[in-house]
């Protein structure tokens, strides 16, 4: 059983800050990539940045490049998604996701936070 519990979402203000955080556990390898995704309401989930095991590699969606900052702690099987500059088109649920080392696709889904920019 694998266990992904997001945390940091909330109300920030248009050119604020949040901080978000995904700590994971159970019976997996956490040291291969994770990524964070995000669905707006009546809009499809889409990805938002990834990271490689080792944290050396990252990517990034156009619309977040330059504004957002994705990070790990492998000693702290923990995620994080550095925020800056929001935007009321930020708002969304986001998810982090971890990729399965048997299939390397994102089978390993959080619950979701909420994170609402107020223009």
């Known amino acids: 059983q694998v266990q992904l519990v997001e945390s940091g979402g909330g109300l920030v203000q248009a050119g604020g800050s949040l901080r978000l955080s995904c700590a994971a556990s159970?019976?997996?390898?956490?040291?291969?990539?994770m990524g964070w995704f995000r669905q707006a309401p009546g809009k499809e989930r889409e990805f938002v940045a990834r990271?490689?095991?080792?944290?050396?590699?990252?990517s990034y969606a156009d619309s977040v490049k330059g504004r957002f900052t994705i990070s790990r702690d492998n000693s702290k099987n923990t995620l994080y998604l550095q925020m800056n500059s929001l935007a009321p088109e930020d708002t969304a649920v986001y998810f982090c996701?971890?990729?399965?080392?048997?299939?390397?696709?994102?089978?390993?889904w959080g619950q979701g936070t909420q994170v609402t920019v107020s223009s």
């Open positions: 159970g019976r997996t390898s956490f040291t291969n990539t």
């Open positions: 996701a971890l990729t399965s080392p048997y299939t390397q696709r994102y089978d390993y």
């Open positions: 990271i490689s095991g080792s944290g050396s590699i990252t």
